[in-house]
């Protein structure tokens, strides 16, 4: 079956200082690759999405390239802010038509400091 | 305007009692959700519709019952709750077929005493 790996949490980091969340993927066809973000008390947002081998998404300063050679989608900021502490999920979806749905990682929590 | 939208915010109910909890969508998407999230933050698939056709049954008990009135609505009815139900319930609406993001609703904290 499919399945996603996130690095464990959380991760804590200065205000202005360089963000890399891991996620590596299982799936058996071509997923599409997603990161939804979770602020405190609120519903997941879509954040960046890529469907293909070699997409960048990006979104709000935040990047993540699919590699399929390492079955990877890591997620990079270059300054994070205070405004970024959230829980990030990395998720995929198979494309099977009408009856896909997202697979989501465990979720890493980001939490940024003055 | 609100594009997922789910009733109520927070559920608070005893075991053994029966609940529901609603949501809507404004996006014109074909395809609804309801996924739960654990203690842990880990999200899992429970059901979805397409068109009011439910299509994705995982393993979830039959105490839960999923309903389309209409493809902009999908409720989730919860029989005999359980200490275990308690958790967040996510509703989430997706776009036809070619798109595969999901749009999520801002969720339903069930606790169950």
């Known amino acids: 079956g499919n399945s996603v790996t996130q690095m464990e949490g959380p991760v804590t980091l200065s205000e202005e200082a360089f963000l890399t969340i891991n996620c590596t993927y299982t799936?058996?066809?071509?997923?599409?690759l997603f990161w939804y973000v979770q602020y405190p008390g609120e519903g997941l947002q879509l954040l960046l999405k890529a469907t293909k081998a070699d997409d960048k998404g990006s979104n709000k300063g935040f990047e993540a390239t699919y590699r399929k050679e390492t079955t990877s989608f890591h997620l990079e900021k270059g300054s994070v802010q205070v405004s970024d502490s959230a829980v990030y999920f990395c998720a995929l979806s198979e494309r099977t038509g009408t009856a896909s749905k997202l697979t989501f990682g465990t979720g890493t929590r980001l939490q940024v400091t003055l | 305007d609100t594009a997922v939208s789910q009733t109520p915010k927070y559920l608070v109910t005893q075991m053994g009692n029966d609940k529901s909890i609603k949501c809507e969508q404004n996006?014109?998407?074909?395809?609804m959700y309801w996924y739960k999230q654990d203690s842990k933050k880990f999200l899992k698939i429970m059901f979805s519709y397409n068109n009011k056709e439910l299509i994705i049954n995982e393993t979830v008990p039959n105490r839960f019952s999923p309903k389309s009135p209409d493809k902009a609505h999908l409720n989730l009815h919860i029989n005999s709750l359980e200490l275990g139900d308690s958790a967040v319930y996510f509703c989430?609406?997706?776009?036809?077929?070619?798109?595969?993001?999901?749009?999520f609703g801002p969720g339903t904290r069930l606790t169950v005493t």
């Open positions: 996006l014109g998407h074909d395809t």
């Open positions: 989430a609406s997706r776009p036809g077929q070619g798109s595969y993001e999901q749009y």
């Open positions: 799936a058996t066809g071509y997923p599409s």
